[in-house]
């Protein structure tokens, strides 16, 4: 793998282009099936407040690869989602970030950490997605997937890590121009193309987001963590959500969880962590001061369970001494981290039986099967990234609304409020304090197996075969793992000297070589580097290395090759010409 590739983001004109060419070629919006689309239920309302902000479903990307570039988040509105936590914004834009990044290949690790964009970059990624979901939700073609009312969303910032890089011009005015993002929307307007035009006059909200969760990151101080809030409330005026860590549970809870109870024997927990992050003790007196700070100046602070958990890396399959663990444990941990701030900190957090006004959010592990339990306890709302980087993609997204929407329907109820009391009064009844301490024993009860080892350890299936440039078993799994939407793919038709029905290419520009492609792909060999590399972007492609084409023409697709690409420029014409082939018209501008 090259080190650090940079990510060229695709220009507002060419999203949408590629919008309306993919849709009519193929029925589908970066790769993301009809069938798909999440399209509400008229008797079962999912919607919520966040920070007091209306949002029409409780679940959305976590901060991390789902929610950095512009396809993305509208992939995930597609999928259902009405809360996006956008990926973390710091002062340090230019991160030299080891590949690969992400291990999905049983639990859930990473080292990627903060956005791999320049800060002017993730502003204008932002403010695109913004502008796309609101003219495709008066899109006509789409109106019968999506259904009369998509309802609203809410675009949440993350920034991190420090008070002196959140107080720099960069970031700061990157906080004030997603509060008024009207100098940029009206920058990128001429974008639209003339398959939009009879939308493309509308008044897009100029509020892009007024929230923040705060991402502490670990190791730090509480000092540190309090100075933020309150600057973030008293100088962008916004409600602020701050994100705690696992290691507030101590090392010996989190050992006796991990590695005791959940079986995962080779996970090394790093006891500096726990040292250097910030302390219960503290937390809670945090939580009650910040609390209390907002409300005096007319705002509201939650608070997010939780950062990933750092641990040593045994594994060594990624180029970093310490790995951050994600997925079925962490989900684990971080229900023993509510159950506990909830017994510390009566009336105070906005849960089910004690009615505080200090807003809950949750991200760990959080799947179809847990997720009616995870909203059931009352957190507002769960966001997702470990699932959508599975086979499926941010396609899991809306049957794991479906499955939400049958929970609530077949308790008789008709929102999550009404949903929540009755299951309060169901789980008082069998002994439990509150919803929280119900799936707290669950989870590490009769459903035990379901985050431990045991129930983790099942590798993704492989067979014995070289991947090649040419055919494979067409599984379908690198294009929907990508949480860039980098992959697509071409029927085979009757491209003369080609197997399988389905070969698939790359647009590299969006590929930023996080590996998880090269994870789930049944063949060995790195699907990133050896299906065809296509490229957009002239300076892109000259200063690249290996087998790859660039993409140009009028009319019909042409490709020069290099790094001895050249014996297969035939056979990529003829799929990237055909009924069904690049999804991108060509002859557009690149960003």
């Known amino acids: 793998m090259t080190d650090s590739p940079p990510l060229t983001p695709m220009s507002l004109e060419q ?96 080292i990627e950490w903060s956005q791999e964009l320049e800060v002017h970059q993730s502003l204008e990624e932002y403010v695109k997605a913004w502008m796309i979901i609101e003219i495709l939700r008066r899109w006509e073609p789409l109106a019968e997937h999506l259904g009369p009312d998509t309802g609203a969303h809410v675009f949440d910032l993350s920034v991190g890590y420090d008070l002196e890089g959140i107080k720099s011009e960069k970031v700061a005015g990157f906080i004030r121009s997603m509060g008024n993002a009207a100098e940029e929307i009206e920058r990128l307007r001429p974008q639209i193309p003339a398959g939009f035009s009879h939308i493309a006059d509308i008044d897009f909200p100029t509020v892009v987001s007024d929230t923040v969760t705060l991402s502490t990151f670990h190791g730090c101080p509480p000092d540190e963590i309090e100075a933020i809030t309150k600057h973030l409330i008293d100088d962008h005026d916004v409600d602020v959500i701050a994100k705690l860590n696992p290691t507030l549970l101590g090392l010996e809870r989190v050992t006796e969880i991990v590695n005791d109870q959940l079986g995962y024997d080779t996970v090394t927990l790093v006891p500096t962590a726990f040292e250097e992050d910030l302390q219960f003790g503290r937390a809670i007196e945090l939580i009650g001061e910040l609390n209390t700070h907002a409300k005096d100046r007319g705002h509201r602070f939650g608070i997010k369970l939780t950062n990933t958990l750092v641990v040593a890396n045994n594994k060594q399959w990624m180029p970093e001494d310490t790995l951050y663990l994600s997925g079925p444990p962490l989900h684990v941990l971080a229900t023993t981290l509510a159950e506990a701030l909830a017994t510390a900190l009566p009336g105070v957090l906005m849960l089910p039986g004690h009615d505080g006004d200090v807003q809950v959010s949750f991200s760990a592990g959080v799947t179809k099967e847990n997720l009616a339990d995870t909203i059931a306890m009352g957190v507002r ?211």
């Not at 060419?21 to 239920?41: C, G, M, N, V, Y």
């Not at 902000?53 to 929610?67: D, E, K, L, W, Y």
């Not at 030299?96 to 990473?110: F, H, K």
């Not at 019909?556 to 003829?574: F, K, Y």
Request: proline share 7%.
């Open 381 to 591: 709302p769960a966001t997702i990234c470990s699932d959508l980087l599975k086979p499926g993609g941010y396609g899991r997204l809306a049957p794991m609304l479906k499955s939400l929407t049958a929970a609530v329907s077949d308790a008789g109820a008709a929102d999550l409020d009404g949903w929540r009391t009755s299951r309060l009064a169901d789980v008082r009844a069998q002994g439990h304090r509150d919803l929280v301490a119900s799936h707290l024993a669950h989870v590490l009860g009769e459903d035990v197996e379901r985050y431990s080892l045991a129930g983790n350890s099942k590798l993704p299936r492989s067979v014995d075969h070289e991947l090649e440039t040419w055919g494979c078993v067409a599984c379908n799994f690198c294009v929907t793992v990508c949480p860039n939407d980098a992959f697509f793919k071409i029927p085979t038709g009757d491209v003369e000297g080609l197997e399988g029905r389905q070969q698939y290419m790359v647009f590299t520009e969006l590929c930023n070589e996080c590996g998880n492609c090269m994870t789930f792909c049944p063949e060995d060999g790195d699907p990133a580097q050896i299906k065809p590399r296509l490229f957009t972007d002239a300076s892109r492609f000259d200063s690249a290395e290996g087998p790859r084409f660039l993409l140009g023409g009028e009319g019909s697709v042409e490709a020069r090759p290099a790094g001895g690409a050249d014996e297969h420029v035939p056979t990529l014409l003829q799929l990237l010409n055909s009924a069904e082939g690049l999804p991108l018209p060509v002859g557009t501008e690149g960003s």
């Open 15 to 110: 999203l949408l282009l590629r919008i309306e060419h993919e849709w009519t070629s193929r029925q589908r919006i970066f790769d993301l099936p009809s069938a798909r689309i999440w399209k509400p239920a008229e008797d079962v309302d999912l919607s919520f407040e966040f920070l007091g902000r209306p949002a029409a479903t409780p679940i959305g990307p976590a901060a991390g690869p789902h929610s950095q570039m512009a396809q993305n988040i509208v992939l995930a509105w597609l999928g259902g989602s009405r809360l996006f936590e956008l990926k973390t914004v710091q002062i340090l834009d230019d991160l030299d970030i080891a590949r690969p990044c992400i291990d999905m290949e049983t639990i859930g690790y990473n």
